[in-house]
């Protein structure tokens, strides 16, 4: 199952509506080098020639081989892979599709070297901006986000560990990258964060506990919590309580937080203290049971709400999982795997959702345990099976 019109259908388009935004000027933070400017890119648009085609393997017929030969230093031959020859990524965006050629381009962050790099298959990669970071435990650059109206405003938000404290900086053409919500408390442990945007334009914000979990229960604390914000940091208009930056409490370790194309379920993974997990966002609640968890430990990263399953990247263990979902937001059944062998690219760590099919990912196979190719780490388009071709969630 594979077109480029599909790659652009749905909640893709839903982060790149159009609008314009403004936000307040604040001092430019210490410790962060000076960003190029970004070249403004055309969001993407629905009509567009051809397809985009198959990953190996997928889509395939028992027993036909993969035509497509094995990386040979930083090229890669899958039509799929975006980007080559980076660190292993920890947040993904697509931004451009070229009309004429097909070419996709996105943003990909780096979690340990601290760099924002444009990409663009068979193009060396383009440093955007680079932050000062510390990467110690899970800490680093490991939160990206577009603003919902990017076509406008050219706008990235991302998660960024400072050598104080975890922080939410946002990224504009031609100047240096400025705070948007300080002060999210840094620790040995529990520094990774994740970002989204919500269907009302609200960024909403993952937080680790910061290794404490006395904080995750805080509610004065912005450490463990899911944080829905404004542009410039501040509560959102309509948090349960008024005047607070938190919809949920109880997180450790996020690693991914998606929200369905039409806003009725919000996901949130964690690697909690016995088994990784993933829950379902409900404003004004601590976040209780797990949805569904995993003692074995698949390192839970990105995540994508579809129609009828909640798809999920795995980064201890190579491909993705899915969790067949009824229209309520219960599951049906276990955890499917897919992408495992050689019509996979190893282990995933961040994802987000650009149809009901169709996702955008970054590897991380240059992590310890790990089986990098020459190309690796990549940014890489999936296609997952079984899926309704047309659907919208």
């Excluded at 403004?22 to 567009?48: D, K």
């Excluded at 027993?63 to 980076?86: M, N, R, W």
């Excluded at 381009?105 to 340990?112: F, I, K, Q, S």
């Excluded at 946002?170 to 705070?179: F, N, Y």
């Amino acid at each position: 199952m594979s077109r480029l019109r599909g790659l652009l259908i749905g909640s893709a388009l839903g982060l790149l509506a159009a609008g314009c935004a403004s936000f307040p000027e604040q001092p430019a933070p210490e410790g962060w080098s000076a960003a190029p400017q970004l070249t403004p890119q055309a969001g993407p648009v629905p009509e567009l020639p051809g397809e985009l085609p198959k990953s190996p393997g997928q889509g395939q017929q028992p027993g036909q081989q993969s035509t497509v030969p094995p990386p040979q230093g930083c090229k890669d031959f899958s039509p799929a892979v975006v980007g080559t020859c980076l660190n292993p990524v920890s947040g993904v965006a697509l931004i451009d599709v070229n009309q004429t050629t097909g070419a996709v381009t996105a943003l990909a962050t780096e979690r340990a070297t601290g760099r924002l790099l444009r990409v663009t298959k068979d193009v060396d990669p383009v440093e955007v901006a680079k932050f000062d970071v510390d990467a110690s435990g899970d800490g680093g650059l490991s939160g990206l986000a577009l603003s919902p109206t990017y076509p406008e405003d050219q706008l990235v938000y991302v998660y960024v560990t400072t050598a104080t404290d975890n922080r939410v900086m946002r990224i504009a053409p031609g100047d240096v990258p400025k705070p948007v919500l300080t002060g999210i408390p840094k620790g040995p442990a529990g520094n990774r964060g994740a970002l989204a945007h919500d269907t009302t334009g609200a960024l909403l914000v993952a937080t680790g506990d910061a290794g404490n979990p006395a904080l995750a229960a805080n509610p004065d604390s912005l450490a463990g919590k899911v944080l829905r914000i404004d542009g410039a940091g501040q509560p959102a208009r309509g948090n349960p309580t008024p005047g607070s930056r938190v919809l949920e409490s109880g997180l450790r370790s996020p690693g991914g937080l998606c929200v369905a194309g039409d806003g009725s379920k919000t996901w949130v993974t964690d690697a909690g203290a016995s088994a990784d997990l993933l829950y379902r966002v409900q404003p004004g609640k601590p976040l209780g049971d797990a949805a569904w968890s995993w003692p074995e430990r698949p390192g839970l990263g990105g995540c994508a709400s579809l129609s009828n399953v909640v798809w999920l990247a795995t980064g201890g263990t190579p491909g993705t999982l899915t969790l067949p979902m009824n229209p309520d937001g219960s599951f049906t059944g276990k955890p499917e795997p897919g992408l495992t062998g050689e019509d996979g690219y190893g282990r995933l760590g961040p994802m987000v959702a650009l149809d009901d099919t169709t996702a955008l990912v970054g590897t991380v196979n240059k992590n310890p345990g790990g089986t990098p190719v020459s190309s690796d780490d990549r940014v890489v388009i999936i296609v997952r099976d079984g899926g309704p071709p047309d659907s919208k969630d």
